[in-house]
């Protein structure tokens, strides 16, 4: 009895030391509110037009876009593209949320190979990994849609629905440095249930080099950039 008693108490402190805060509180781990998160689009352009509603999902996307020399044009056209989507929208009420985009291409930049994109998140205070952007044989069997992927990884792993692929609706040219960071884009739903619209925005490189010579080898340029799903 008395044993029990001790053990209980020791418990008690046990668990009283554990829930002492000690420094800092760990990055959330799950999915906030998205009403505070709102896309600055630029004025005077109608391809980008911001639903209404509130995002279904807020993400930031590190990863690459990959690019081959055309031997006739000498210049890199896409070929496609990879990132890692991690969850954010517990950042949408701190003032992380406006340039979590650069912190995160600031990190990505700099880790050397052996770091891989899914590694970052952790990193910027957005541990939660919540799928994968890739490109995928588009539903009519010709050409890619790019496909944002959460059926493998996250709160929905294993939910065979819980995709989107896109069909590019709008596009401009990014506000800022559009020689180095990629277009900010508007799609549509081309399949999947997870949304019903996508945009990129707020992007963060990923232009490959203005020119290329004959025979220069495929190319991976690193980028970050938001995705609002409503
Ligand atoms: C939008 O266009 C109007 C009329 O051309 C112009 O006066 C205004 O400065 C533009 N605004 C921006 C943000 O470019
Ligand atoms: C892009 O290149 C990376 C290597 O940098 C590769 O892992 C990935 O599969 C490529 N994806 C596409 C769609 O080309
Ligand atoms: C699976 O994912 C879809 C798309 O996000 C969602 O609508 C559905 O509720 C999910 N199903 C389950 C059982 O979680």
Same mark, same amino acid.
């Given at each position: 009895?008395?044993?029990?008693?001790?053990?209980?108490?020791?418990?008690?402190?046990?668990?009283?030391?554990?829930?002492?805060?000690?420094?800092?509180?760990?990055?959330?781990?799950?999915?906030?509110?998205?009403?505070?998160?709102?896309?600055?689009?630029?004025?005077?352009?109608?391809?980008?037009?911001?639903?209404?509603?509130?995002?279904?999902?807020?993400?930031?996307? =590190?990863?690459?876009?990959?690019? +081959?020399?055309?031997?006739?044009?000498?210049?890199? #056209? @896409? *070929? %496609?593209?990879? !990132?890692?989507?991690?969850?954010?929208?517990?950042?949408?009420?701190?003032?992380?949320?406006?340039?979590?985009?650069?912190?995160?291409?600031?990190?990505?930049?700099?880790?050397?190979?052996?770091?891989?994109?899914?590694?970052?998140?952790?990193?910027?205070?957005?541990?939660?990994?919540?799928?994968?952007?890739?490109? =995928?044989?588009?539903?009519?069997? +010709?050409?890619?849609?790019?496909?944002?992927?959460? #059926? @493998? *990884? %996250?709160?929905? !792993?294993?939910?065979?629905?819980?995709?989107?692929?896109?069909?590019?609706?709008?596009?401009?040219?990014?506000?800022?440095?559009?020689?180095?960071?990629?277009?900010?884009?508007?799609?549509?739903?081309?399949?999947?249930?997870?949304?019903?619209?996508?945009?990129?925005?707020?992007?963060?490189?990923?232009?490959?080099?203005?020119?290329?010579?004959?025979?220069?080898?495929?190319?991976?340029?690193?980028?970050?950039?938001?995705?609002?799903?409503?």
């Amino acid at each position: 009895m008395f044993t029990l008693q001790l053990l209980s108490a020791l418990t008690s402190a046990a668990l009283l030391v554990a829930a002492t805060p000690a420094g800092p509180a760990p990055p959330r781990q799950d999915t906030c509110s998205t009403a505070a998160a709102k896309m600055d689009l630029p004025a005077n352009q109608t391809q980008l037009v911001s639903p209404t509603t509130d995002p279904l999902f807020v993400l930031l996307g =590190v990863g690459v876009q990959n690019y +081959t020399c055309s031997a006739s044009t000498l210049t890199y #056209t @896409s *070929t %496609g593209a990879v !990132a890692s989507l991690f969850d954010i929208s517990c950042l949408d009420t701190t003032p992380a949320f406006a340039v979590i985009q650069t912190l995160g291409f600031d990190v990505w930049k700099a880790v050397p190979a052996s770091v891989t994109a899914n590694d970052i998140g952790a990193k910027i205070g957005a541990p939660l990994l919540l799928g994968f952007q890739y490109f =995928v044989t588009s539903p009519s069997g +010709t050409g890619l849609s790019p496909k944002w992927d959460f #059926t @493998s *990884t %996250g709160k929905f !792993a294993g939910n065979s629905s819980a995709f989107v692929l896109g069909a590019k609706v709008g596009d401009i040219t990014a506000p800022a440095n559009p020689a180095v960071n990629i277009d900010w884009l508007a799609l549509n739903n081309a399949g999947g249930s997870l949304a019903s619209k996508v945009f990129r925005i707020d992007t963060v490189n990923g232009q490959p080099p203005a020119s290329c010579v004959a025979g220069s080898a495929d190319i991976s340029v690193k980028y970050t950039a938001k995705y609002f799903l409503y």
